[in-house]
């Protein structure tokens, strides 16, 4: 916005990763696009906000958590007066940092920047991860028409499918031309299949002991394994000569793009972000959705399992022979497994967060714009 003043734009998407993580990239691109920009993050003192954001470089303001119980029960019979003085809370941060407009990705602390922000007149924009909206951006596409999600289907008033931010590391990653680099970094060999193993940030027991279970039968047909535990899980490295294929475990890993430079496939959970990340680099997949949420990891995998890049497998049918049966002959075929790879590219969305920043700089543009004629 050439001699116009920086856009002043607070960021509400906080308590889990998958609310952080892409309200956090969209940030970034936003900065990319407009450096001058004024970001502030809302967040509260629950979840994960006050270690996530401010490691990001965000100023970070904290209000009071109003989390929307979704049963009839004594939370719920509290929530009025909790929301109450979290909207107080978030109106406060409005008006001391002279917010032009509230991005929200869901979340304790979306609720009430949407509150707040409707209350005063701002512009409003959602953003929707999750294949099933939550309820805080259920409530606020009411408000606006200004609602995005991460892939078309999603029940949502006004949603535009974009996909979800991600980091440039992600988007821009070119996994052929890293792959030696990756696999030096993580002790494996140049050639050969590698089956990345994750369960999320917090890791999925029983992806472990499956995979795990399966080594003898991994290692038999020449498959290398990069298994990221998660740092609460403990799996022990199986007894390899040096002549066998690595089976690497670790405990979690900072820069995924060197795992995914690293890998040919994944066994993982099917959280959106994840989704989003492996289809953006092209990486095939075997997710396993977690069995809680009302199947809402099952819907995140579905864009991609219907394009042909993914394969889904339930976490109670998830064993060592289901590796060894079903996932083996994959791995070790390189004409599907290339199939698969250029199947689950064609379902990425590697822009979603500049198509984001973008709308988001037109939205201020227009009420600026409105502002200024009101004046006249």
Same mark, same amino acid.
């Given at each position: 916005m050439p001699g116009e003043p920086p856009p002043r734009v607070v960021v509400a998407g906080g308590h +889990? %990763? !998958?609310h952080i993580e892409p309200a956090m990239n969209f940030a970034d691109a936003l900065r990319r696009l407009e450096p001058t920009a004024e970001i502030t993050a809302l967040g509260t003192v629950r979840g994960l906000d006050t270690t996530l954001i401010p490691a990001r470089g965000y100023p970070l303001e904290l209000i009071p958590p109003a989390p929307l119980p979704r049963k009839l029960n004594r939370a719920l019979l509290q929530t009025p007066g909790r929301l109450r003085d979290s909207v107080r809370a978030a109106e406060a941060v409005l008006d001391r940092v002279r917010a032009e407009i509230v991005v929200g990705f869901g979340g304790y602390v979306a609720m009430p920047a949407y509150l707040a922000a409707h209350r005063q007149g701002l512009p409003i924009v959602i953003h929707e991860a999750n294949a099933r909206p939550g309820v805080a951006n259920r409530l606020a596409a009411r408000m606006t028409t200004h609602v995005f999600s991460a892939a078309p289907g999603v029940r949502l008033a006004h949603a535009t499918a974009i996909g979800i931010p991600l980091r440039p590391a992600i988007t821009g990653l070119d996994r052929p031309a /890293? =792959? *030696? @680099? &990756? =696999? =030096?970094r993580f002790g494996l060999r140049p050639d050969g299949p590698v089956l990345m193993v994750t369960g999320g940030s917090q890791g999925a027991r029983s992806i472990n002991a499956a995979v +795990? !279970? &399966? &080594?003898a039968a991994l290692r038999a047909t020449g498959v290398q394994v990069l298994h990221i535990t998660g740092p609460q899980h403990v799996v022990e490295a199986p007894h390899h000569d +040096? &002549? *066998?294929p690595p089976y690497v475990v670790m405990p979690y890993v900072d820069e995924m793009q060197y795992a995914y430079a690293a890998a040919d496939f994944v066994i993982c959970r099917s959280g959106a972000m994840t989704c989003a990340e492996l289809a953006a680099v092209g990486l095939p997949a075997a997710y396993v959705p977690l069995p809680l949420r009302g199947g809402e990891q099952r819907l995140n995998a579905e864009p991609v399992i219907a394009a042909g890049g993914a394969l889904l497998v339930d976490d109670a049918d /998830? @064993?060592?022979t289901w590796i060894e049966t079903t996932l083996l002959p994959v791995l070790t075929d390189p004409e599907r497994i290339a199939a698969m790879s250029a199947h689950a590219s064609a379902a990425g969305a590697p822009d979603a967060g500049v198509i984001l %920043? =973008?709308?988001v700089l037109t939205a201020v543009a227009e009420q600026r714009s409105i502002a200024s004629r009101g004046l006249e």
């Open positions: +889990s %990763a !998958g /890293l =792959r *030696d @680099t &990756a =696999r =030096r +795990s !279970g &399966a &080594a +040096s &002549a *066998d /998830l @064993t060592p %920043a =973008r709308h």
